[in-house]
């Protein structure tokens, strides 16, 4: 960071001195930004499964209930440790079909928002909430917006702290569950899990169980897509069955290249790029295997194409594109266009070569068969 802020400076320096025609000064900028290091962008680090699963009963066995509430909300709403330390009394009501809903008050970003509550976190907040109904303490004023705001976490006149909401129990359970690192005060160990490392994990979970962009941007709280695109594009259970889909043993494949993937054919380096590279190969009605040395294709007819392969998971869409095409040959007839005829019902056929190969049934109806119980 340090060598990224000088870089920096130097380069703006270098920009003015040009801009104002300093005497005995390259009239050229000779420091730019693509001489400063690049900045690591590391993959958020989310709790595996097998930890939560050793991690939860720990927390339920937290004594304190502010310290247990806290850390089941963080668990379940993704939300900041500073947003939860200062959640009102108010903070939980329910959605119309009975799911809690809790608010929060977004201290980075200044803007409110709602996001639903697992109903773990949410008993265990309204224990906290029932605790402190009849507490003595006044109400703060907000400092940004001046409202009279009762505070849920607060003891004697104060805010509890971070440390004792988070840091303090979350090192606790950790022992407690046995999942401990060398180091810590008198080498009795240190937790591998940070009570943040909660809102990661609800981000890498909405984003590898399909969830829309805006909704993890909703629930997290970000203001820019690019923050809400680092969980998105790690969605690693989503990559690796896309790509045994494709280049995994034994998967149903079609196409001009499913004969070279089935015989191993492909040199290495095709097989890294395509790794590599998997997200951009896809197609409409499946993938393209066109490597880079091949240089880009000339023409848009990929289902005849050498490079073009496809799965069942794509049979929908060739069921539905063999309509359209069908739909468009006979228009086609009506018009008395010939050629035109003649290319729809090609693109037709080929279709129904491409779902033979699957395995896939021509029609909708024929489908809803196989499948019916």
Not at 5 to 16: A, K, N, P, T, W
Not at 159 to 164: M, Q, R
Not at 269 to 289: H, I, M, S
Request: proline share 6%; net charge neutral; charged share 25%.
């Amino acid at each position: 960071m340090s060598r990224i802020q000088r870089i920096s400076g130097l380069s703006q320096f270098f920009r003015d001195t040009a801009l104002w025609q300093y005497p005995d000064v390259p009239g050229h900028t000779l420091i730019g930004a693509g001489d400063a290091p690049k900045f690591p962008l590391k993959v958020p680090r989310f709790i595996l499964d097998d930890e939560l699963d050793q991690l939860m009963p720990a927390i339920d066995a937290i004594a304190c209930p502010f310290q247990r509430a806290a850390l089941l909300v963080a668990r379940w709403s993704g939300a900041r440790r500073t947003e939860i330390q200062r959640l009102p009394m108010d903070c939980l009501d329910r959605y119309p079909d009975g799911t809690a809903r809790l608010r929060l008050s977004g201290r980075k970003t200044s803007k409110e928002r709602v996001v639903p509550l697992h109903e773990d976190a949410a008993t265990a907040l309204q224990h906290a909430i029932d605790l402190r109904r009849n507490a003595p303490e006044r109400p703060f004023t907000d400092e940004r917006t001046g409202e009279e705001i009762r505070y849920l976490f607060m003891s004697h006149g104060k805010l509890l702290s971070t440390f004792y909401l988070f840091e303090t129990p979350i090192q606790d359970a950790c022992k407690a569950a046995g999942l401990v690192r060398p180091g810590g005060r008198a080498g009795t160990g240190r937790g591998t899990v940070s009570a943040h490392r909660f809102r990661h994990t609800v981000g890498t979970q909405l984003a590898e169980r399909g969830a829309k962009l805006h909704t993890i941007m909703k629930v997290l709280g970000h203001t820019s897509v690019s923050m809400a695109l680092v969980y998105a594009q790690i969605s690693d259970q989503e990559v690796l069955r896309d790509y045994k889909a494709v280049l995994g043993p034994g998967a149903t494949i079609a196409g001009p290249a499913a004969d070279e993937l089935r015989n191993g054919s492909l040199p290495d380096t095709a097989v890294d790029w395509l790794t590599t590279n998997f997200f951009k190969t896809e197609l409409e009605l499946g993938r393209c295997l066109r490597l880079p040395a091949e240089g880009p294709c000339e023409c848009d007819l990929y289902l005849t194409c050498a490079k073009f392969v496809t799965t069942p998971e794509y049979a929908p869409r060739l069921r539905a594109r063999r309509e359209v095409e069908q739909t468009l040959a006979l228009d086609a007839a009506q018009r008395g266009w010939d050629r035109e005829v003649e290319r729809h019902r090609c693109t037709s056929d080929r279709i129904d070569k491409l779902l033979a190969d699957l395995g896939q049934p021509a029609h909708p109806e024929e489908e809803a068969e196989n499948t019916s119980p």
